[in-house]
């Protein structure tokens, strides 16, 4: 019943939002009249600002909450029972990511590589230029990560991880597979260098969440913590760029 209850909350964590997304596109093509592109731009100007995030996020994030909201319960209790624990993984890992990306920014410099800005970098760049700093960080900095936290660590999670000890790493790497590839698409469609950079840019924070995610023996707050680091400092320092 729970792998029934995890698959049918990422099915709607997808159809959800697409299904907005197609209808609006639809509207905007047949009833305005406008082109394919300008309908596809419009739909992303719409969906990059913070009304645009909420009203896709808002009905998901009820209706998730409604079919596993005792197993959201359970874990968040538990979650604030270890909160010095929760704390120091999710520093701890924030850390380590940036780390690891900081190395993956030297070899980029010293290959001389030009690469383009990641996708979630140009979203935060469109916020910042539609709403003010204070939204921009609660939007992308709280909501978003908590959102994405329940589907892939616990509706991933409750769908293909059943042992939190001896289970094996691979459905762990696989949600920070499919994490990457969510947040930066190109690489499906274009295999050269520049996709690949920006691939490992969101696999290596995400796959990080997936190890603090089994080592925590499945504490949310420690990687929503992180999540939360991470996109907050990323909201800040383009604030300032």
Do not use: C
């Not at 406008?34 to 731009?41: D, G, I, K, N």
């Not at 209706?63 to 596993?68: G, M, R, T």
């Not at 921009?136 to 000890?165: M, N, Q, S, W």
């Not at 994490?179 to 796959?207: C, G, K, Q, R, W």
């Amino acid at each position: 019943m729970t792998r029934i209850k995890s698959l049918i909350t990422i099915l709607i964590y997808f159809l959800v939002p697409l299904s907005m997304q197609l209808g609006l596109l639809l509207y905007y093509q047949h009833s305005l009249g406008l082109s394919t592109t300008e309908s596809a731009q419009r739909l992303m100007d719409l969906f990059t600002s913070v009304n645009g995030m909420l009203y896709m996020m808002g009905p998901v994030l009820l209706i998730v909450f409604a079919l596993n909201y005792k197993y959201f319960i359970a874990k968040f209790k538990y979650a604030f029972l270890v909160l010095r624990q929760s704390l120091i993984y999710g520093f701890v890992g924030y850390l380590v990511s940036i780390t690891l990306l900081a190395i993956l920014g030297v070899i980029i410099s010293m290959n001389n590589l030009e690469v383009t800005n990641p996708e979630n970098q140009e979203i935060i760049n469109s916020m910042l230029r539609n709403t003010n700093l204070f939204i921009a960080i609660l939007t992308l900095g709280f909501i978003i990560p908590l959102l994405e936290e329940l589907i892939f660590r616990i509706a991933f999670a409750g769908l293909f991880i059943r042992d939190k000890v001896k289970e094996s790493w691979l459905p762990y790497i696989a949600m920070a597979i499919i994490f990457a590839l969510i947040h930066e698409t190109s690489i499906i469609t274009v295999h050269d260098l520049n996709s690949l950079f920006m691939f490992l840019f969101y696999f290596i924070p995400a796959m990080v969440l997936s190890a603090i995610y089994k080592l925590s023996k499945h504490n949310i707050l420690a990687v929503y913590i992180m999540h939360v680091l991470t996109n907050v400092v990323a909201v800040l320092v383009s604030s300032y760029i």
